[in-house]
């Protein structure tokens, strides 16, 4: 799963963050200049951790431009780690405004400022590593999977020595050590080297019992998400024996549910996503009566986040709904395929018009062109289905019609979540539909 939690939560935004810092001058003095700088960072984050990323990016932008002013900005360690970590702000900033490239460029930058200094020895506080990790992620989403791996390899050796010799915080390492695990995971999936995915997120889940074992309040959520995760490796990797999957996926929902309870404001999308997950899971195992009453709780709840936040929200439920109607007219049900069918369709309706149309805010959007406009047709194809099925008053005619006036298919139409229904052979005669494989899938 692509859910990843922020390592140091939000901090609380002062009422005016920027007067206090610019109405003195830095000093002439250089350290003043450095702890000027290192604030502008720690402000930065703070601002991006709160989903103010054009702030973010302008602080980190002066924190740079401060260290830049001092000669020899990498002269020693001293000065190394706040111009890399400076770096990293800033690359975090581009790539929340959507900025990949040049995110990655920035990150790499900030590798290589780390990089100059190495052979001094390590940093013990371990945020090298978490600058190594964050530009593997960078070119795993450039689809740059075996630079990505050997980032990933370089910093899992520095956080084992780190371990292996009790340097740092123990505590942190071991929530570094599951983080990256996963993030390798994910890497490994990528490149199809499912067994070797498989064992590195059950390295990540016994990493993260470890933890939780010794502090639950603080790190229940990573111990979810990697129990999700090592569920999807398992389920890629060993597609004869599905048992050990879904019971590492059951924990996973049991402990969101336990979590949504508590804090329902904040768990509300990754309990949905489990959900929906897991419904894709019984589907595989041919437990179609479970995918249902999984897919109609990841509907529902998606549905609540959608009724309050559009926005991010549409493009998933969409998704949801598409998978839960081929579910249920899987299962025999297609009255209630076709209610849900319609639904998905409205949805994927608005999302072609608004982005083939100009463009305000709604990132969601400008970022996939006219790219729904094959999920529209899927949902036309379906809900034509689904009401020959059911015997529902659907103007078949009339969807027929608004297929046409798509026009002819596209080729590039290669969606590649990994959940294919494609690469099953599915004996029992369901029919899924298209199954929702949607672009619309990739949402995180």
């Not at 209610?339 to 309706?349: D, I, K, P, Q, S």
Request: net charge negative; charged share 30%; proline share 4%.
């Amino acid at each position: 799963m692509a859910l990843r939690r922020e390592r140091h939560g939000p901090g609380h935004l002062p009422d005016d963050p920027l007067a206090e810092l610019f109405t003195k001058n830095p000093d002439d003095d250089e350290k003043g200049v450095w702890n000027d700088a290192q604030s502008l960072i720690r402000l930065s984050e703070v601002f991006l951790a709160n989903n103010r990323p054009e702030y973010a990016l302008e602080l980190a932008e002066r924190g740079l431009a401060l260290i830049e002013s001092t000669p020899n900005p990498r002269a020693t360690e001293y000065r190394r780690k706040p111009y890399a970590f400076a770096l990293r702000a800033k690359s975090e900033a581009q790539d929340a405004l959507g900025d990949e490239e040049g995110a990655l460029e920035t990150g790499q930058q900030a590798r290589h400022v780390l990089a100059s200094g190495s052979h001094e020895g390590l940093y013990e506080d371990g945020r090298d590593v978490d600058v190594l990790e964050y530009c593997a992620r960078k070119l795993s989403d450039l689809e740059q999977l075996d630079e990505a791996l050997l980032l990933e390899d370089e910093a899992l050796g520095i956080l084992r020595t780190l371990l292996d010799q009790n340097l740092g915080d123990h505590e942190v390492n071991l929530e570094r050590l599951s983080s990256l695990l996963m993030t390798k995971t994910d890497t490994l999936a990528g490149l199809d080297r499912l067994e070797e995915a498989s064992k590195c997120s059950g390295k990540s889940l016994e990493t993260a019992r470890e933890l939780c074992a010794g502090n639950p309040d603080a790190y229940e959520t990573n111990l979810v998400i990697s129990l999700a995760c090592h569920a999807q490796s398992l389920f890629r990797a060993f597609p004869d024996d599905r048992a050990p999957a879904i019971a590492i996926a059951d924990e996973a929902l049991q402990r969101w549910t336990e979590l949504f309870r508590l804090r329902p404001d904040i768990y509300c999308a990754e309990l949905s996503e489990q959900y929906y997950q897991n419904a894709l899971y019984y589907v595989e195992m041919q437990d179609l009566d479970t995918a249902c009453q999984l897919g109609e709780q990841a509907v529902k709840y998606r549905r609540g986040l959608f009724e309050r936040q559009p926005g991010p929200h549409k493009v998933p439920l969409a998704q949801y709904l598409t998978n839960y109607a081929g579910d249920l007219l899987a299962a025999d049900r297609p009255l209630e395929a076709a209610t849900a069918g319609r639904e998905a369709l409205t949805l994927f309706r608005e999302l072609h018009s608004s982005s083939n149309g100009p463009q305000g805010k709604d990132v969601d959007n400008s970022q996939h062109g006219s790219e729904y406009k094959e999920d529209l047709r899927m949902a036309l194809e379906n809900m034509v289905m689904y009401s020959q099925e059911s015997g529902a008053f659907d103007d078949i005619e009339g969807l027929k019609n608004e297929l046409e006036q798509l026009g002819p298919a596209s080729d590039n139409d290669d969606d590649d979540d990994g959940w294919g229904d494609d690469d099953e052979d599915d004996d029992e005669g369901h029919d899924h539909g298209h199954h929702g494989h949607s672009h619309a899938g990739h949402h995180h």
